[in-house]
């Protein structure tokens, strides 16, 4: 039952910082990309959430005590990894943004689906001319090495439409 007000919470938070960004947000700024990939995300969030506290909560009670031992705030582990996220920001050719996505949506699949430790990926226009990709990776190498495969892929595809790049790796925590 904790895990899924866990969940239900942090979908909700994700959604609602989702709406509040595409409400402030220019119409094709990054602010209005991040606030629709929240939105988009959100459930991915609530799920995985989920996942974590409930595991979380097998493993307190199996081996005894981190919920017991202190409850202060200093001395206490980082949270834990529970996964990697690679995002990419690109900058198109005005027009282009729907015709790179339908590309993204039928190789990139092709690409990362039989790669060791690919958990899912997402596409988001975020204005008329950016794309932001979303890809959910087991390990940091993982999704540090999804950023070359892409970059290479966009290279050999759509370099003529790509005005700029821009990547991040994340970990994806969770707190108890």
């Known amino acids: 039952m904790r895990a899924l007000g866990w969940a239900f919470a942090v979908g909700l938070v994700a959604a609602l910082a989702g709406a509040l ?7 094709t ?4 990309g991040a606030g629709v990939v929240l939105l988009m995300a959100s459930p991915i969030l609530a799920i995985s959430t989920g996942v974590v506290v409930a595991a979380s909560s097998r493993r307190s009670r199996a081996g005894g005590g981190l919920a017991r031992a202190g409850g202060g ?3 206490q ?3 834990p990894a529970i996964g990697f996220v690679r995002l990419g920001y690109y900058k198109l050719r005005g027009g282009t943004a729907d015709g790179v996505a339908r590309r993204l949506q039928s190789e990139l699949k092709l690409v990362y689906g039989s790669e060791a430790g690919f958990v899912g990926c997402l596409v988001v226009r975020a204005g008329s001319d950016e794309l932001i990709s979303v890809s959910q990776w087991l390990t940091r190498e993982q999704a540090e090495a999804a950023v070359e495969r892409e970059l290479r892929w966009i ?3 759509v370099a003529a439409t790509v005005l700029q790049t821009e990547s991040h790796v994340g970990a994806v925590v969770a707190a108890n």
Not at 21 to 27: E, K, Q, S, Y
Not at 29 to 32: D, E, F, M, N, S
């Open 21 to 27: 960004l595409l409400r402030l947000a220019g119409p």
């Open 73 to 75: 705030l200093s001395g």
């Open 29 to 32: 700024t990054l602010g209005q």
């Open 155 to 157: 290279k050999a595809t």
């Open 77 to 79: 582990p980082p949270l």
